[in-house]
C-alpha cells in the first residue's frame, strides 16, 4: 500500500510546455509539501499546504502553482517550463504540521529538453 | 552556504566497516531528522531526534543529537551493500515563511561487497 503516491514518475518536455505532476496521500495528513531536488542532490521545500490551504511558499517562481483539491492531493501545476526546472519533485505529507515527521514519494524526475 | 552541512559528502567503504556521518547545523536545532534515499528513488525516514543527549537505534544504524554543538551524528555498524544510498539530514528551521524543514547535501554511500 502506497503512502504518498506521485504521478508520473518520468516527464520529458520541451521547454516552453505546460505540464502538472500529481500527488496524492492515504495517510489522512493533513499537511503536504513539494520540495524540489537539484542536480546535487540539494533538497529545498517549494510549498505547504495545510488542509488545503498554502501555508509556505518559497521563493518559487510565479509559474509553479500549486493545487489541492482536497486533503489528500497535492498537485504541481508548471507553465512555461525552463531548462532549468529540470530536476526531481518530491512530494511529502505529514501528520498537521512541520513537527511532524514528514512521509515522501517517489519523486517525479523532470526533464526539460 | 547551507544552514545545515553535512560531511562527508560521500563516502566509500569496505562491506563491514563502521562508518560515522554528522550533520552541523548553523542554528539550535529543535528537532533532527534522518532520511536515506535510494539512489534514483524516494526518502525513506530513518529516525527523528527531539532532545539533546538523545540517542535512537534502528537495526545497525544509531543517530545521536548533541544540542549543544548543534550536530547529529549517524552511525552505522558493520555496514552492509544494503546500506548504499544518499544520507539526508534535515531539522525544522524558521525562515521568513515560517517553520520549515530544512535539508542538508547529502551524504553518498557506497559499500564495496
Known amino acids: 500500500d502506497t503512502a504518498v503516491s506521485q504521478t508520473p514518475k518520468y516527464l520529458v518536455t520541451q521547454m516552453g510546455n505546460d505540464k502538472s505532476i500529481k500527488c496524492e496521500q492515504n495517510?489522512?495528513?493533513?499537511?503536504m509539501y513539494w520540495y524540489k531536488q537539484d542536480s546535487k542532490k540539494f533538497l529545498k521545500i517549494m510549498f505547504s499546504y495545510n488542509n488545503k490551504e498554502l501555508i509556505i511558499n518559497e521563493t518559487v517562481p510565479n509559474r509553479f502553482s500549486p493545487k489541492s483539491p482536497d486533503k489528500a492531493h497535492l498537485n504541481l501545476h508548471i507553465n512555461s517550463l525552463e531548462l532549468g526546472d529540470s530536476a526531481v519533485y518530491f512530494c511529502a505529507s505529514s501528520a498537521s504540521g512541520v513537527t511532524d515527521t514528514q512521509y515522501f514519494g517517489p519523486g517525479t524526475r523532470l526533464t526539460v529538453l | 552556504s547551507q544552514e545545515l552541512e553535512q560531511s562527508p559528502q560521500s563516502l566509500i567503504v569496505q562491506e563491514g566497516k563502521n562508518l560515522t556521518i554528522n550533520c552541523t547545523s548553523s542554528?539550535?536545532?529543535?528537532?533532527l531528522y534522518w532520511y536515506k534515499q535510494k539512489y534514483g528513488e524516494g526518502l525513506i525516514f530513518l529516525m527523528m531526534l527531539q532532545k539533546g543527549g538523545e540517542e535512537k537505534s534502528h537495526e545497525k544504524i544509531t543517530a545521536k543529537l548533541d544540542e549543544k554543538k548543534q550536530q547529529s551524528s549517524l552511525h552505522i555498524t558493520a555496514s552492509q551493500p544494503s546500506h548504499a544510498g544518499i544520507y539526508l539530514c534535515?531539522?525544522?528551521?524558521?525562515?521568513?515563511?515560517?517553520?520549515?524543514?530544512?535539508f542538508g547535501g547529502g551524504t553518498r554511500l557506497m559499500v564495496k561487497p
Open positions: 495517510l489522512g495528513h493533513d499537511t
Open positions: 534535515g531539522a525544522e528551521m524558521n525562515n521568513n515563511a515560517g517553520n520549515m524543514l530544512t
Open positions: 542554528k539550535t536545532l529543535y528537532g
